[in-house]
């Protein structure tokens, strides 16, 4: 599996740190900045990654900011993408299980340091049910398919 992987400013501290949980899940993974803790615009990275989530070269996305929101509706906006904010194991594994996300928004000043490991060990280690859960699914494809006109 390969991931494509950026924050902003806010998340710059717990993506470096998160590198160390995908490289131990044997995730490869690269790494869309932001470099350093320097004030950016989080639209800008949460695009990069849906772009690659989107165009196949990465099979998931991850995302760091301070709340996870602004990443996530940010990434939304890219068609073919599914980006989830998850602030728990739980959350994170309904993500992947019921809505088959493609990529995980985490939010740094929102979550608990020693939760954020584990909310991405389980998105990434979870697989979509499909069943009843596939027709929901294509219908959010649906719904961006018609809404683009």
């Known amino acids: ?23 131990d899940l044997g995730v490869e ?6 470099s350093s803790e320097a004030s950016v615009d989080y639209p800008d990275y949460a695009r990069k ?8 070269k990465v099979d998931q996305g991850l995302l760091v900011c301070g709340s996870g929101t602004g990443m996530a509706i ?10 989830a904010v998850a602030w728990s194991e739980e959350i994170a594994r309904l993500a992947r299980q019921h809505n088959d996300a493609n990529v995980l928004a985490i939010g740094a000043r929102t979550t608990p340091p020693d939760d954020i ?12 049910e499909g069943g009843r859960h596939s027709s929901r699914v294509q219908k959010i494809s649906d719904i961006e398919r018609s809404s683009r006109g």
């Open 49 to 56: 990654v849906a772009e690659q989530v989107a165009d196949g």
């Open 74 to 83: 940010s990434a939304n906006k890219v068609p073919g993408v599914r980006a």
């Open 117 to 128: 490991p584990k909310i991405v060990r389980t998105f990434f280690t979870t697989d979509f």
């Open 29 to 34: 993974f690269a790494d869309l900045g932001t």
């Open 1 to 23: 599996m390969k991931v494509a992987l950026a924050s902003d400013h806010a998340g710059y501290e717990e993506k470096e740190r998160l590198k160390g949980v995908l490289m």
